[in-house]
Each structure stands twice: as structure tokens, then as C-alpha cells.
């Protein structure tokens, strides 16, 4: 089960097409009120967390979840 929060952050992902393995950059206030949910679903195996401060990408997992996840 998600968190609203976790939520939010897969949809963000939805709002911009990505697929696995393509990074999202989130940043300042965006990256602070989601950081949590960033953190839960990176230690779920929903997102990789990349080098590149702020920045995730969807896992084959966390690409079928996104697509779950409601508007």
C-alpha cells in the first residue's frame, strides 16, 4: 500500500512519460516535500536514486506501479 505522498511522487513521474531508467530531476521545495517519499520508494525498489543531486528514475517495478497509480 502507498502513502499519498508516494503517490504524488509516481505521478509526477506519469505527468512526464518516463520510463525505467529515465531520470527526473526534483528539486528545492519540490525535492524537500518529497524527499520522504523519494527515500520510501527508493528502499521499496521503486526508484534508483542517481548521482545527479535530486535526481531519480523508475525501476521496471516502479514503472508498472506508476502506471497503477490513479490521476
Same mark, same amino acid.
Do not use: I, W
Given at each position: /500500500? %502507498?502513502?499519498?505522498?508516494? $503517490?504524488?511522487? +509516481?505521478?509526477?513521474?506519469?505527468? =512526464?512519460? %518516463?520510463?525505467?531508467? #529515465?531520470?527526473?530531476?526534483? &528539486?528545492?521545495?519540490? +525535492?524537500? $516535500?518529497?524527499?520522504?517519499? +523519494?527515500? #520510501?520508494l527508493? *528502499? @521499496? *525498489? &521503486? +526508484?534508483? @536514486?542517481? *548521482? &545527479? @543531486?535530486?535526481?531519480?528514475?523508475?525501476t521496471?517495478?516502479? =514503472?508498472? %506501479? /506508476?502506471?497503477?497509480?490513479?490521476?
Amino acid at each position: /500500500m %502507498l502513502s499519498p505522498s508516494e $503517490k504524488s511522487v +509516481l505521478r509526477t513521474f506519469r505527468q =512526464f512519460l %518516463l520510463t525505467p531508467g #529515465k531520470m527526473l530531476c526534483f &528539486f528545492g521545495p519540490n +525535492l524537500e $516535500k518529497h524527499k520522504a517519499a +523519494l527515500q #520510501k520508494l527508493t *528502499d @521499496k *525498489d &521503486f +526508484l534508483v @536514486k542517481e *548521482d &545527479f @543531486k535530486g535526481a531519480y528514475s523508475l525501476t521496471p517495478a516502479g =514503472f508498472e %506501479l /506508476m502506471k497503477t497509480c490513479g490521476k
